[in-house]
């Protein structure tokens, strides 16, 4: 072995003037066949170099990557391992035994090796000064670890990544990006538009007479004219213009920065011109044409949503118009806006007067049939106007910054009341009570607080109360994010992301999130299994929460056949319609009872 003509070596140096040389020679012989061993065991390969650059000793790991045999007068690392005449700097490779002598230091570089199979490895090598009792270099220590395996994985977590990140992101049949995506580059359009002083536009187009394909031919010949008309757009817009698919026969298109109002007709005259020309389907020359809603950065809005909101009702006046035809947002004080009035003058009152309540959804396992959740539902009674929906109020509560004192209410008359099922026994022991979190709530420093004494105050043990925070509030702030759900998460409360697949999180972020649960929008349930775009965000999603060992849970389900496609792909845990509407607390109980009785 390398190793005993080391240690001959080093015999042949030490000055022993006793007659018990030899038994503290068999000692040394013994001590060295006893490490070579120990160092043969090791699973990554060691070497040792001395100052002149010779490998004095390796383990078996070691051996196994050697070059080719060399006789011992050759035995440089750059020769043993690689086959080289001169050392690696000279080969375009980092040399790690030159920056330990020039440095002192540790330090690592990475080698690629082909292997005597012919397989390509990538090695880490870490290099260490070997020094003497005199604190003297004497010579290097170098392992290599294989790190060919750990880097596919990475790539292939990449890749991943990535795609998740197109499927939520962009549309599948057009590659085009989808509503979501919008929205982002309408943000971006409207920064750009404030910095120049200028106007951008939002037009979203509508097919006309989309339906007739539909029903005259079959899903497949409404998808190829839905992707030779997202073809048109794009051909036919300028490099800065921004084309999405909004979803079914609709587009949205971002405008560039303009100064001149009429900029806006022009794009828009462009797109009626592109679809007046036939579309080619089974040898049939269809005309369809097209409607197109505007509006203006910053006449008819100075947010995405305003801006979303005022295209759509501007493209609702082109269809009645009879399409064929582009209209611009005008701003007419209507009902709609006389009702928000309304609603907001009566909504700081409402929750001092306890016009609010709260309705119960069940959250049901398909497996077993029984309940394993329910998600709390504010809803806000009205002496007189009635039963008011939260798409209504909530946003009001949003902006008027009441939705912390609103969210504080839903959190404890939710956990006072699923105790009080507790305690009567009738509900399920494991059963959990699911609220929502809002944004601004979540932004509160004493979140924690707050929760950990609501739950003392109601006695609701920690495990059974699940929070529901929006990918988008996650990812607002990341780094925030991670510290206040790790402190709820040691409380005990369970984490639950809602709309997943609606954000813009990645798998680097989402990973270091302490979750239990990812809840699939509904947005994706309601099309499937026909829309092969949800269908495989649906998957990815579920096989993404499979992959990280959380719960997945889908909202919105009211089919027979969604219900039948999500038990196949594995999601078990569902809410929606098909099973039960939220209802009441006194309704609710009623319905579980049902649920629990063997009749059913």
Same mark, same amino acid.
């Given at each position: 072995?390398?190793?005993?003509?080391?240690?001959?070596?080093?015999?042949?140096?030490?000055?022993?003037?006793?007659?018990?040389?030899?038994?503290?020679?068999?000692?040394?012989?013994?001590?060295?066949?006893?490490?070579?061993?120990?160092?043969?065991?090791?699973?990554?390969? +060691?070497?040792?170099?001395?100052?002149?650059?010779?490998?004095?000793?390796?383990?078996?790991?070691?051996?196994?990557?050697?070059?080719?045999?060399?006789?011992?007068?050759?035995?440089?690392?750059?020769?043993?391992?690689?086959?080289?005449?001169?050392?690696?700097?000279?080969?375009?490779?980092?040399?790690?035994?030159?920056?330990?002598?020039?440095?002192?230091?540790?330090?690592?570089?990475?080698?690629?090796?082909?292997?005597?199979? #012919? &397989?390509?490895?990538?090695?880490?090598? *870490?290099? !260490?000064?070997?020094?003497?009792?005199?604190?003297?270099?004497?010579?290097?220590?170098?392992?290599?670890?294989?790190?060919?395996?750990?880097?596919? $994985?990475?790539?292939?977590?990449?890749? &991943?990544?990535?795609?998740?990140?197109?499927?939520?992101?962009?549309?599948?049949?057009?590659?085009?990006?989808?509503?979501?995506?919008?929205?982002?580059?309408? !943000?971006?359009?409207?920064?750009?538009?404030?910095?120049?002083?200028?106007?951008?536009?939002?037009?979203?187009?509508?097919?006309?007479?989309?339906?007739?394909?539909?029903?005259?031919?079959?899903?497949?010949?409404?998808?190829?004219?839905? /992707?030779?008309?997202?073809?048109?757009?794009?051909?036919?817009?300028?490099?800065?213009?921004?084309?999405?698919?909004?979803?079914?026969?609709?587009?949205?298109?971002?405008?560039?920065?303009?100064?001149?109002?009429?900029?806006?007709? $022009? =794009?828009?005259?462009?797109?009626?011109?592109?679809?007046?020309?036939?579309?080619?389907?089974?040898?049939?020359?269809?005309?369809?044409? *097209?409607?197109?809603?505007?509006?203006?950065?910053?006449?008819?809005?100075?947010?995405?949503?305003?801006?979303?909101?005022?295209?759509?009702?501007?493209?609702?006046?082109?269809?009645?118009?009879?399409?064929?035809?582009?209209?611009?947002?005008?701003?007419?004080?209507?009902?709609?806006?006389?009702?928000?009035?309304?609603?907001?003058?009566? $909504?700081?009152?409402?929750?001092?007067?306890?016009? @609010?309540?709260?309705?119960?959804?069940?959250?049901?396992?398909?497996? &077993?049939?029984?309940?394993?959740?329910?998600?709390?539902?504010?809803?806000?009674?009205?002496?007189?106007?009635?039963?008011?929906?939260?798409?209504?109020?909530?946003?009001?509560?949003?902006?008027? #910054?009441?939705?912390?004192?609103?969210?504080?209410?839903? $959190?404890?008359?939710?956990?006072?009341?699923?105790?009080?099922?507790? !305690?009567?026994?009738?509900?399920?022991?494991?059963?959990?009570?699911?609220?929502?979190? !809002?944004?601004?709530?979540?932004?509160?420093?004493?979140?924690?607080?707050?929760?950990?004494?609501?739950?003392?105050?109601?006695?609701?043990?920690?495990?059974?109360?699940?929070?529901?925070?929006?990918?988008?509030?996650?990812?607002?702030?990341?780094? #925030?994010?991670?510290? +206040?759900?790790?402190?709820?998460?040691?409380?005990?409360?369970?984490?639950? =992301?809602?709309?997943?697949?609606?954000?813009?999180?990645?798998?680097?972020?989402?990973?270091? %999130?302490? %979750?239990? /649960?990812?809840? =699939?929008?509904?947005?994706?349930?309601?099309?499937?299994?026909?829309?092969?775009?949800?269908? *495989?965000?649906?998957?990815?999603?579920?096989?993404?929460?499979?992959? %990280?060992?959380?719960?997945?849970?889908?909202?919105?389900?009211?089919?027979?056949?969604?219900?039948? @496609?999500?038990?196949?792909?594995?999601?078990?845990?569902?809410?929606?319609? %098909?099973?039960?509407?939220?209802?009441?607390?006194?309704?609710?109980?009623?319905?579980?009872?049902?649920?629990?009785?063997?009749?059913?």
């Amino acid at each position: 072995m390398l190793f005993d003509r080391w240690y001959r070596s080093l015999i042949a140096r030490w000055p022993l003037r006793t007659n018990k040389q030899p038994s503290i020679c068999n000692a040394w012989r013994r001590q060295g066949a006893f490490l070579q061993h120990v160092i043969d065991g090791i699973e990554d390969p +060691i070497l040792v170099i001395d100052l002149e650059q010779q490998v004095q000793t390796m383990n078996r790991a070691a051996r196994e990557l050697v070059a080719k045999p060399k006789t011992p007068k050759t035995l440089a690392c750059y020769q043993l391992l690689y086959g080289y005449d001169q050392p690696c700097d000279a080969n375009h490779m980092p040399c790690p035994y030159q920056q330990v002598l020039t440095t002192e230091q540790s330090c690592k570089v990475l080698h690629k090796l082909t292997a005597p199979d #012919g &397989s390509e490895h990538t090695y880490e090598i *870490a290099a !260490s000064p070997l020094r003497n009792d005199a604190n003297q270099i004497i010579g290097v220590i170098e392992t290599r670890r294989d790190i060919t395996t750990h880097l596919s $994985l990475a790539e292939e977590l990449r890749a &991943s990544e990535l795609n998740i990140l197109r499927l939520s992101q962009y549309d599948l049949l057009t590659s085009l990006p989808n509503r979501l995506l919008f929205a982002d580059r309408i !943000s971006q359009a409207i920064e750009c538009a404030r910095e120049q002083e200028a106007m951008v536009a939002v037009l979203i187009v509508d097919i006309d007479d989309f339906k007739y394909i539909n029903d005259s031919f079959d899903h497949n010949d409404g998808d190829q004219i839905i /992707k030779d008309a997202a073809k048109r757009l794009q051909d036919y817009l300028e490099a800065q213009e921004t084309v999405a698919r909004l979803g079914g026969d609709e587009f949205g298109i971002i405008s560039a920065p303009f100064h001149e109002i009429e900029q806006a007709a $022009l =794009i828009a005259r462009r797109i009626l011109h592109r679809f007046e020309t036939p579309f080619e389907l089974h040898e049939h020359r269809i005309v369809l044409g *097209a409607s197109v809603g505007i509006s203006l950065y910053p006449m008819h809005g100075t947010g995405t949503d305003d801006l979303l909101r005022n295209a759509d009702a501007a493209l609702y006046q082109a269809k009645n118009q009879g399409g064929k035809n582009y209209q611009y947002y005008t701003e007419d004080l209507t009902t709609k806006s006389i009702d928000r009035v309304l609603l907001e003058s009566n $909504l700081h009152r409402a929750l001092e007067q306890g016009e @609010f309540v709260l309705h119960y959804q069940p959250q049901l396992d398909l497996l &077993s049939n029984a309940l394993s959740g329910l998600e709390a539902l504010v809803r806000w009674q009205h002496p007189q106007m009635g039963m008011i929906s939260p798409l209504r109020f909530i946003p009001l509560a949003e902006e008027s #910054g009441m939705i912390t004192e609103l969210g504080a209410w839903v $959190l404890r008359e939710a956990c006072r009341q699923m105790q009080t099922w507790r !305690s009567n026994e009738q509900f399920p022991p494991t059963a959990t009570m699911s609220v929502n979190v !809002s944004a601004r709530q979540f932004d509160r420093t004493n979140l924690t607080d707050t929760v950990q004494q609501i739950l003392t105050d109601t006695g609701l043990p920690a495990e059974l109360l699940e929070l529901e925070i929006t990918e988008s509030t996650v990812m607002r702030s990341p780094e #925030g994010s991670v510290q +206040i759900l790790h402190q709820l998460r040691e409380l005990g409360i369970r984490i639950s =992301i809602d709309d997943f697949g609606t954000g813009y999180s990645s798998l680097s972020h989402l990973k270091r %999130l302490p %979750l239990t /649960k990812l809840k =699939i929008d509904r947005s994706f349930v309601s099309d499937i299994p026909a829309d092969v775009n949800d269908v *495989a965000i649906t998957r990815a999603i579920i096989a993404l929460a499979r992959n %990280l060992s959380l719960e997945v849970l889908a909202e919105g389900v009211e089919t027979l056949e969604q219900k039948n @496609f999500l038990l196949r792909e594995g999601c078990h845990t569902v809410q929606g319609f %098909l099973f039960a509407k939220p209802m009441p607390a006194a309704e609710c109980e009623q319905y579980i009872r049902g649920l629990n009785s063997p009749a059913a």
